[in-house]
């Protein structure tokens, strides 16, 4: 038996026997829709019936359902820790970190206190100016590096060809954007 999808997008072949009379819930493989399916086949025509007679039935009072109520999930409330995660005897016990607290205490100068640390920003202007006064020096020396060391005129040539593509791209990418 063939059955098809009311997506109308798979069919399937089914065994005859798979679905009785009275019919039975499937679901399509393919996108998940639930029909209930009938056998499919010639159905024979039986002796028609004239109109049905009207069956008239006490309708018997609707109880109200009793709902049972709700089980209440009790949690007990959080307990503080009794240890910090930083104390030293947390640290050794849970991770094997031993710290020793009885480090002697240095006497501080006021040089010491005011003293500031040189920073990435800075490190990084100090190497862009390094690297543009390198690259300037080679420029203007570039004719004297040559004739000296003829084999460097490739080199020399290939380093400002790079330093050009660079500067290329910066100016594009701060032209469109």
């Given at each position: 038996?063939?059955?098809?999808?009311?997506?109308?997008?798979?069919?399937?072949?089914?065994?005859?026997?798979?679905?009785?009379?009275?019919?039975?819930?499937?679901?399509?493989?393919?996108?998940?829709?639930?029909?209930?399916?009938?056998?499919?086949?010639?159905?024979?025509k039986t002796q028609s019936i004239a109109r049905p007679?009207?069956?008239?039935?006490r309708t018997q009072p609707v109880q109200p359902k009793i709902q049972k109520p709700k089980k209440i999930k009790r949690t007990a409330p959080k307990q503080t820790r009794e240890i910090s995660l930083y104390s030293p005897e947390y640290l050794a016990k849970k991770h094997g970190i031993k710290i020793n607290d009885a480090q002697p205490e240095k006497k501080i100068n006021k040089q010491e206190k005011s003293k500031v640390s040189f920073g990435f920003y800075n490190?990084?202007?100090?190497?862009?100016?390094?690297?543009?006064?390198?690259?300037?020096?080679?420029?203007?020396?570039?004719?004297?590096?040559?004739?000296?060391?003829?084999?460097?005129?490739?080199?020399?040539?290939?380093?400002?060809?790079?330093?050009?593509?660079?500067?290329?791209?910066?100016?594009?990418l701060i032209i469109n954007y």
């Amino acid at each position: 038996m063939i059955i098809t999808c009311n997506c109308g997008e798979k069919k399937f072949t089914l065994p005859d026997n798979s679905i009785p009379a009275a019919g039975r819930m499937v679901q399509c493989g393919f996108c998940g829709l639930k029909w209930k399916q009938f056998p499919v086949g010639d159905v024979e025509k039986t002796q028609s019936i004239a109109r049905p007679k009207k069956v008239v039935s006490r309708t018997q009072p609707v109880q109200p359902k009793i709902q049972k109520p709700k089980k209440i999930k009790r949690t007990a409330p959080k307990q503080t820790r009794e240890i910090s995660l930083y104390s030293p005897e947390y640290l050794a016990k849970k991770h094997g970190i031993k710290i020793n607290d009885a480090q002697p205490e240095k006497k501080i100068n006021k040089q010491e206190k005011s003293k500031v640390s040189f920073g990435f920003y800075n490190s990084l202007l100090v190497f862009i100016f390094f690297v543009i006064t390198l690259s300037r020096i080679l420029y203007f020396s570039q004719e004297f590096i040559i004739t000296n060391i003829p084999a460097s005129e490739y080199y020399l040539n290939y380093f400002f060809e790079s330093i050009r593509n660079i500067f290329e791209i910066w100016k594009s990418l701060i032209i469109n954007y």
